[in-house]
C-alpha cells in the first residue's frame, strides 16, 4: 500500500463548522499548494457575526450537556472515543493537512497525526485526576481551592502543523471541562475542521467545538476582542502576540497563553560527539524546512572542532530528498507561500552581501513549488538580521567560540528564548549551562520534542507566556477560586 495521493481529487470541507455543521460562507482569499503553487481554493473569512454565532454555539452547547459538570471519566471517554476515530481516518486526515501545508503525507502519518491522537489521550485522563484542594487553614475553617473552567476558550493556531497545533488547544481545553471556538490559519484549515468534525462523531455534544475560518486581522481580532470568550489561547508570530495583548487589553482583561516565535541556540562543546551533534543540529534546521518554532537555527560551535561538525552537517544537507507532500517518499519540505521563500532568499542575500560566507544553499530549488535550499551561513555578526531574526526557513548560522562564557553570550537571544540545544559529554558542564540559558525548554545531546507529553512547551521572553503540553496546560484551562469557611 502506498500514502502517496492525487491531490486534485481531495475534497475539500466548504465553510465554517458550527454547532456540529457546516456553514457556507465564500472563499474570499486564494490558497495556494506550496508544492506545485497551484491556487487550489479560498478561504473564507467570518466576520463579528459568524463569530458571534459561534461563541452563542459553544455557550449553549456547555449549559445544554453539562460537559462541565459531567462526572469527568465521561468526558474522559469521548476523548479517548476522538483518539481512537484520529487514528483509524489519519489517511483521510493526513491528505486534507498535506495537500494545502508543508507537511509530508509520510510524516503527518508517523508523526503530527499519531502524535495528536497521543496528546487528546494524554489530556483526557487529567479530567479525573486533577481536581481541587483542601488547604490548612486555622481549626475553626475549612479553606479550599476549587477549579473550574473559563467556558469559552478562544483559540487561534499557525499553519506549520495545523494538527498538532489544534490538538494542543482543543485536547487540553475540552477535557478541562471548557468548549472552543478555533481559527486555524488561513492557509490550512481543512485538516482542522475534519479533526472537529470527528470529535462530534465521537460524541462530543455539537457545538463544544466550532470552527471558524479566516484571517488574523478580521477573524482572528473578532475572537481576541469577544466578551464571552474567558481565555486565549495562541501560537503563531510573536508580531501577532503582540497586536493579541493590544486587543485584548482594549476589550477586557483576561488570560492568554501565547506560544510564539523563536531563534533557538544549539550550542556544541569540543566534547561533543560529532556524528551525534551534526545528525541531530541538521535534524534540527531541516525538519520541515526550518519552519518550526523551535528551529535550532543558530549553531554555535567549538572553535577546535567546527569545520569538523560543519562538514558533517553539511554532508546531512546534501542528502535532503524535497518533494511533494503528497508523495509518500518526500522527506524535506515546501516552504509554506512565495512571499515567505523571497523573505527568506533577501535575509540570506542580505547577509551575504553584508560578508557572510554562504557554505552550503542560498538559494532556491530549481523545481515546482517554493522549495529553498539548506543553508548554511558562516562569518556572520551578531547584529545580522540572519541572527537576529526569526526566518522561517531552512537556514543556518554558524558562530564560533573558545571559551564556555562566550557560548552563553552568543547563545543568548535579545528577543527570543523558545529552546536551545547543548551536546557536551561532560555532565557538570551539561547541567551548568542549562541553568544559566534563557529559554523554555533545553535540550541535551539531543534536539526536537520527544512524545513525552508531560514536559510542558512555552517560551522565555518575547517567545511567549504559560505553556502548552504537560500538566501546566491542562490547568492554564481552569481557574481557581479560593474559599474559606468559617465553621
Ligand atoms: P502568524 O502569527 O502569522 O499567524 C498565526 C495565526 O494567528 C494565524 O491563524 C493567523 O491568522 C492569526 N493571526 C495573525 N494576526 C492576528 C491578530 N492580529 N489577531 C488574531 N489572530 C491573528 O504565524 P504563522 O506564520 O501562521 O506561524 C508561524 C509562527 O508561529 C512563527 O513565528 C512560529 O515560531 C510560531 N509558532 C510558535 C510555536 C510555539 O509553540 N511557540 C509553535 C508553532 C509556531
Redesign the pocket.
Known amino acids: 500500500m502506498t500514502l502517496s495521493f492525487n491531490p486534485d481529487t481531495v475534497a475539500l470541507p466548504q465553510g465554517h463548522f458550527i454547532d456540529g455543521a457546516f456553514i457556507p460562507a465564500k472563499g474570499r482569499l486564494p490558497m495556494h499548494r506550496p508544492s506545485d503553487g497551484l491556487a487550489y481554493a479560498d478561504c473564507p473569512v467570518a466576520g463579528e457575526d459568524i463569530v458571534d454565532q459561534a461563541v452563542v454555539s459553544a455557550k449553549r452547547a456547555l449549559k445544554d450537556s453539562g460537559w462541565s459538570g459531567l462526572r469527568p471519566r465521561e468526558r474522559t471517554r469521548v476523548l479517548h472515543r476522538w483518539a481512537d476515530l484520529i487514528e483509524e481516518e489519519a489517511e483521510a486526515l493526513g491528505r486534507l493537512e498535506a495537500v494545502a501545508s508543508t507537511r509530508p503525507i509520510a510524516h503527518l502519518i508517523e508523526g503530527d497525526i499519531a502524535v495528536t491522537a497521543e496528546q487528546i489521550r494524554f489530556f483526557a485522563e487529567f479530567a479525573d485526576k486533577e481536581g481541587s484542594d483542601v488547604v490548612p487553614t486555622g481549626e475553626g475553617s475549612l479553606g479550599m481551592i476549587m477549579t473550574e473552567p473559563y467556558g469559552v476558550v478562544g483559540a487561534?493556531?499557525?499553519?506549520?502543523?495545523p494538527l498538532s497545533?489544534a490538538g494542543?488547544k482543543l485536547g487540553p481545553a475540552l477535557a478541562a471541562g471548557n468548549a472552543v471556538v478555533l481559527?486555524?490559519?488561513?492557509?490550512t484549515p481543512f485538516s482542522t475542521i475534519f479533526l472537529a468534525e470527528l470529535a462530534i462523531r465521537a460524541g462530543l455534544p455539537a457545538g463544544l467545538i466550532n470552527i471558524v475560518l479566516?484571517?488574523?486581522?478580521t477573524?482572528?481580532?473578532a475572537?481576541?476582542g469577544h466578551p464571552d470568550i474567558g481565555k486565549i489561547s495562541?501560537?503563531?508570530?510573536?508580531?501577532?502576540?503582540v497586536?493579541?495583548m493590544e486587543?485584548v487589553a482594549r476589550n477586557g482583561i483576561k488570560p492568554m497563553t501565547l506560544?510564539?516565535?523563536?531563534k533557538s541556540p544549539q550550542i556544541v562543546f569540543a566534547d561533543a560527539d560529532i556524528a551525534l551533534t551534526a545528525e541531530a543540529v541538521a535534524r534540527g534546521i531541516l525538519s520541515n524546512a526550518g519552519?518550526?518554532?523551535?528551529a535550532g537555527s543558530r549553531l554555535i560551535v567549538a572553535e577546535a572542532i567546527a569545520e569538523q561538525v560543519v562538514q558533517a552537517i553539511a554532508a546531512h544537507m546534501r542528502d535532503v530528498h524535497p518533494g511533494s507532500t503528497w508523495d509518500e517518499a518526500t522527506q524535506y519540505s515546501p516552504i509554506?507561500s512565495e512571499r515567505q521563500i523571497g523573505r527568506i532568499d533577501s535575509i540570506v542575500n542580505a547577509a551575504v552581501d553584508a560578508g557572510a560566507e554562504c557554505l552550503h544553499g542560498g538559494r532556491r530549488l530549481d523545481r515546482e513549488g517554493y522549495f529553498y535550499a539548506p543553508t548554511l551561513l558562516a562569518n556572520i555578526s551578531q547584529a545580522s538580521p540572519a541572527i537576529t531574526e526569526?526566518i522561517?526557513g531552512p537556514v543556518l548560522t554558524v558562530q564560533t567560540f573558545v571559551e564556555e562564557e562566550e557560548a552563553l553570550t552568543l547563545g543568548d537571544h535579545p528577543t527570543y528564548g523558545?529552546a536551545a540545544g547543548v551536546f557536551t559529554r561532560d555532565i557538570s558542564r551539561a547541567i551548568r549551562v542549562t541553568r544559566l540559558l534563557q529559554a523554555g525548554t533545553i535540550w541535551v545531546n539531543r534536539y526536537g520534542r520527544s512524545r513525552d507529553h508531560i514536559l510542558p512547551?512555552?517560551?522565555y521572553k518575547s517567545?511567549?507566556i504559560g505553556k502548552?503540553l504537560g500538566r501546566d496546560a491542562y490547568l492554564a484551562n481552569r481557574k481557581s477560586k479560593s474559599v474559606l469557611i468559617d465553621l
Open positions: 487561534i493556531t499557525p499553519w506549520n502543523f497545533m494542543w481559527k486555524p490559519s488561513e492557509m479566516g484571517d488574523g486581522s477573524t482572528g481580532k475572537i481576541t495562541f501560537t503563531g508570530s510573536t508580531g501577532a502576540g497586536a493579541i486587543n506560544e510564539l516565535g523563536g519552519q518550526a518554532c523551535v509554506i526569526e522561517f523558545l512547551t512555552g517560551g517567545s511567549g502548552d
